[in-house]
């Protein structure tokens, strides 16, 4: 079996050896720009990480991966784009749950969305980049990304020891994105388009000229750059979730080639152990214990 069709025949719960206690369990239950949304879990704490997706097909992906959460602890918003915002109002209610996102991020979903939506985003914590808090076990690390949105995000998590990184929607990568990434144990990282698929796509030129742009999203090829660098990615990662594939612009096999070939660059004494998986979004990954 082909290391990719491994990562896609990926089973539903993983864990690399034994390592004792589990610090989180992660579950992709959707990455792309029809919807994104992750849940991350330790033994006392759940989050959603986005909530691109409804309700129903929340539930759905959760039961899928044999979760079905009674409460959550929180929903973090990295940014106000429908992808990743347009099923906020519906799981609040349904889960009893507080929002934590940016004051501007809040301001412009509340802006979006039709009125009656609008007013059930009733439960909310304004957080600011650079500003650490908790939730729960879990220590939270917003940081400032590149990206066309009011006040984007990503996000670090660190509970038992074990960090959690979790960047997508991004022009490039700064060195303060690179910093955050650091000794994550599970690194989910966008890489959003090939630039010759994107190029000759279907796309009018001004959107193309914005994924492309510094405040768009991460090519293959940035991202094979960055994970051939021995000084920018430190290769701890046990697992490698390369994220928010276009479905127009790019495919699984180019993703995991470009990222395969970066990492066959990296020096002996730097090479990646981990596990290289492919983030979809029509079907849930994980949950991947850490």
Known sequence: MSSFIASRAYHRTHSRGSRGPISFRVSILASGSSGNTTLLETDST??????????????????ALGKSPERLDGILISHEHTDHSSGLPQLLAHFHATAYLTESTCIEIRRILPEASAKKIDRVEHIRAGERFTIGDIEVSPFTIPHDAADPVGYTFRSGGTKVAIVTDLGYLTELVKFHL?????????????????????????????????TGHLS????????????????HARFLVLAHVSETNNN???????????????????????????????????????
């Open 46 to 63: 759940s989050l959603l990480i986005d909530a691109g997706l409804g309700r129903k097909e929340t539930l759905r992906r959760l039961a």
């Open 252 to 290: 699984p096999d180019l993703v995991h080639l470009s990222a395969t070939e970066a990492l066959g660059r990296r020096p002996a004494s730097s090479s990646f152990q981990g596990d290289l998986l492919i983030a979809s979004q029509r079907n849930p990954l994980g949950p991947l214990t850490l």
């Open 182 to 214: 650091r000794d994550a144990d599970c690194l989910i990282l966008e890489s959003n388009h090939d630039l010759e698929m994107l190029k000759v796509g279907p796309y009018p030129w001004y959107v193309k000229q914005r994924v492309m742009s510094r």
């Open 220 to 235: 293959n090829h940035i991202v094979s750059e960055y994970l051939a660098d021995g000084e920018a990615f430190d290769a």
